[in-house]
């Protein structure tokens, strides 16, 4: 059982591995290497408890979903995430403006990923500029404010900000990224951070471009 509780173990250094794999040399986004990623992430989170279950088990769903598409007869369109807009709009395989007979569309998919990806960026970012005495709570609540909280319904953004008062302080989550100490955390994270950054804009100047940042 060791074994697999290791494979479980978050490492901050794995997430850097796999976003650095991310982009091809012409800028585009592998989309096997984006869930990849995701599923590092979702080990961050869920190595933090039960707080992020609503993003973490929502998150988990999305990759389903994005590796049914990579798996299927179609896997060849799924290859990056250009070609899978590029294809899924040609066909008209997305809902554009109402909820319709694509739900699990990989655009939609994909965007509610990058929603939930700038939540984690920002709140990342605040953690490695953090000083010993400030509050994870608050970070957290920020970071969600700014990003993923415009696109959760009431009741959501509620259970959201009476989670964010549960999470354990600073010393914790710089113990739960296994790179060392608290300076070896904060270089790791900004030397990750702008790996993640740059798939987020790239894949946000996509969506924008072909006008699905709002799907519904």
């Not at 070609?83 to 939609?108: A, F, I, Q, W």
């Not at 914790?172 to 790791?188: D, I, L, S, T, Y």
Request: glycine fraction near 6%.
């Amino acid at each position: 059982m060791a074994g697999t509780e290791e494979d479980q173990k978050f490492c901050l250094q794995e997430v850097l591995d796999t976003f650095k794999l991310c982009l091809s040399e012409n800028k585009e986004v592998y989309l096997e290497q984006y869930v990849a990623g995701w599923r590092k992430l979702i080990k961050l989170l869920n190595s933090l408890g039960s707080v992020f279950g609503f993003i973490s088990n929502d998150a988990v769903n999305k990759i389903h979903i994005l590796v049914a598409h990579l798996n299927g007869e179609n896997g060849s369109q799924y290859v990056t995430v250009q070609s899978m807009v590029k294809y899924e709009l040609e066909n008209e395989l997305v809902d554009l403006t109402k909820r319709g007979g694509h739900p699990e569309s990989g655009c939609r998919t994909l965007l509610r990923l990058h929603r939930a990806l700038r939540w984690l960026e920002l709140f990342l970012g605040r953690l490695r500029t953090s000083s010993e005495d400030s509050k994870t709570s608050v970070m957290c609540s920020e970071s969600y404010n700014e990003s993923l909280s415009q696109h959760h319904p009431w009741v959501v953004r509620k259970a959201a900000g009476l989670a964010f008062c549960m999470l354990p302080g600073r010393p914790a989550f710089f113990e739960v990224m296994n790179v060392g100490p608290p300076e070896q955390v904060v270089a790791k994270l900004g030397e990750g951070l702008p790996l993640i950054s740059e798939v987020y804009q790239i894949t946000e100047e996509l969506y924008t471009q072909h006008n699905l940042m709002d799907l519904p």
